[in-house]
T-cell receptor, first 117, second 111 residues
Framework: DAGVIQSPRHEVTEMGQEVTLRCKPI?????LFWYRQTMMRGLELLIY????????DSGMPEDRFSAKMPNASFSTLKIQPSEPRDSAVYFC???????????????FGPGTRLTVL | QKEVEQDPGPLSVPEGAIVSLNCTYS??????FMWYRQYSRKGPELLMY????GNKEDGRFTAQVDKSSKYISLFIRDSQPSDSATYLC???????????FGSGTRLSIRP
């Protein structure tokens, strides 16, 4: 398996532009997570989906951020309009739901490095 | 106060040394304790996880959890330059809950 695939790997845009980040989870995984990593705030969970349904979006910073998962093999994170403070590395991760007491390991993608000028 | 506290380092040690990385936490409800390793410009990868208290060993790596002190540790024996990375501690309340990450400790092993 190729692992979690994210695109683009790097994105440079100007303030006010729309940014769309894409993620393909590992085949067979039914949970998908979007994280943001910055020096100041570390790694933060933005939103996670289970079986394509958003379960917890309490980490989404504001209405400018939205995420969708139209099917089991694809998810997008959209920022509109983008601001310089959105500059960060955005990671997508996926996991398979196992038995209750099992640890459901999350596998991370390589990340998208976003710079908003 | 953050739920999970971790010294950001950087920590630099000579090759072959024993490395000790630590985190403290405030919520006694955490049940799953993990260590992730993140190489530069890569995503985090799970190194070890422990359920509840105790020790777990995997090769040169040992994870310890002391729930009474709300303190977890990762020890690396016979450290190698390839161990140079950022190490993030992480915790969960249950198998289905979200992960709370520490800020990460940047480790450098000098040849």
């Amino acid at each position: 398996d190729a692992g979690v695939i994210q695109s683009p790997r790097h994105e440079v845009t100007e303030m006010g532009q729309e940014v769309t980040l894409r993620c393909k989870p590992i085949s067979g995984h039914n949970s998908l997570f979007w994280y943001r990593q910055t020096m100041m705030r570390g790694l933060e969970l933005l939103i996670y989906f289970n079986n394509n349904v958003p379960i917890d979006d309490s980490g989404m910073p504001e209405d400018r951020f939205s995420a969708k998962m139209p099917n089991a093999s694809f998810s997008t994170l959209k920022i509109q309009p983008s601001e310089p403070r959105d500059s960060a590395v955005y990671f997508c991760a996926s996991s398979a739901d196992l038995a209750e007491l099992s640890y459901n390991e999350q596998f991370f993608g390589p990340g998208t490095r976003l710079t908003v000028l | 106060q953050k739920e999970v506290e971790q010294d950001p380092g950087p920590l630099s040690v000579p090759e072959g040394a024993i490395v000790s990385l630590n985190c403290t936490y405030s919520n006694s409800a955490f049940q799953y304790f993990m260590w992730y390793r993140q190489y530069s410009r890569k995503g985090p990868e799970l190194l070890m996880y422990t359920y509840s208290s105790g020790n777990k060993e995997d090769g040169r790596f040992t994870a310890q959890v002391d729930k009474s002190s709300k303190y977890i540790s990762l020890f690396i024996r016979d450290s190698q330059p390839s161990d140079s990375a950022t190490y993030l501690c992480a915790m969960k309340y249950s198998s289905a809950s979200k992960i709370i990450f520490g800020s990460g400790t940047r480790l450098s092993i000098r040849p």
